[in-house]
């Protein structure tokens, strides 16, 4: 392919993300989800929002369960941060499994998607606080990393789809 030719395809292409710019805008877009389920009212709106947020939280855990964490972990010889935020991620799936597929019908879903909302932003914090900025200053390459989250995030969509 020409030079000429690449540069069109890839015109209007979003530049690629970092690892830390992705995950970020992952935490951003599902902090958004719960804000609007906070405001939902009617039944369809609710369930509609729940199965957006739990699609997002399992392609957001998956990729950084398979590609971020070990990275990070193997980097840092972390014993620590990554284990935590695996086990985190197991309470956020076993919410999921209990919302997932499930008709809302009134306090105890609308209290198991606030337990949920509390239990993400617990994780986000402690990622974006500590796990983040360690990763940042360790010699991982952010822009590899970033690209297959990416690319692995876009098969799992499509996948769900
Ligand atoms: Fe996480
Ligand atoms: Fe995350």
Redesign the pocket.
Known sequence: MTATKTAALHKGAPAPKDAIALLKADHEAVTQMFADYEKARSVPNKKALVAEICAALSV??QI?EEIFYPAVKAALKDKLVVPE?TV??AGVKDLIAQLEGVEPDGEMYDAKVKVLSEYVKH?VKE?QTEMFPKAKASSLDMVDLGQRMAARKEDLMALAA
């Open positions: 957001h855990a950084e935020a985190e991620h994780h990622e």
